[in-house]
């Protein structure tokens, strides 16, 4: 009975771990963000009610407020994070699913056997990889020359 129950445990294991990353773990980052945002409006809000309490002018309750707020960033400093994402993801994906699939081209070469599992890492892993680190790369590309076409038409006007 007991190798029964270590069997069917066993089997249980990798579905734990699928179910905490694709099930848990989103939720946990949702919570985290809501959170971080109550506290952001309460704090705000218990800074208004002491200057209300001291009676604070409006003018001055407003200059409280804008120190308060973080400055927005501008569309385009919004732009250049976003391209540095994109460049920096796009390379470690295409470096690791270059790497995969030679790794896996090699070891198939060693063996001489083309065996599952190398078909399996080779299209569901590398290839993805490289795809999206492709596109991603692509997607730098495209959104360069739009910043550089919207710097062009800026010194125009």
Same mark, same amino acid.
């Given at each position: 009975m007991n190798e029964t129950v270590i069997a069917v445990f066993g089997e249980m294991i990798p579905l734990a771990i699928g179910l905490g990353t694709a099930v848990v773990l989103p939720i946990t980052v949702v919570w985290l963000v809501m959170k971080k945002k %109550?506290? +952001?409006?309460?704090r705000r809000a218990e800074v $208004? =009610?002491?200057?209300?309490? %001291?009676?604070?002018?409006?003018?001055? $309750?407003?200059? =409280?407020? %804008?120190?308060m707020t973080p400055p927005q960033p501008t569309v385009r400093e919004k732009r250049q994070k976003k391209m540095h994402n994109y460049l920096m993801f796009g390379v470690a994906l295409t470096i690791i699913g270059a790497a995969i699939m030679l790794t896996m081209l090699i070891k198939a070469i060693? +063996?001489?056997?083309i065996e599952r599992y190398?078909?399996?890492n080779f299209c569901f892993t590398g290839v993805p990889c490289l795809a999206f680190g492709i596109g991603m =790369? $692509?997607?730098y590309r495209s959104m360069k020359k739009t910043l550089a076409a919207d710097k062009e038409e800026a010194k125009a006007n």
């Open positions: %109550k506290n +952001d409006t309460n $208004m =009610l002491a200057a209300i309490e %001291k009676n604070t002018s409006v003018g001055n $309750m407003e200059e =409280l407020l %804008k120190q060693n +063996d001489g056997v190398f078909i399996s =790369l $692509m997607a």
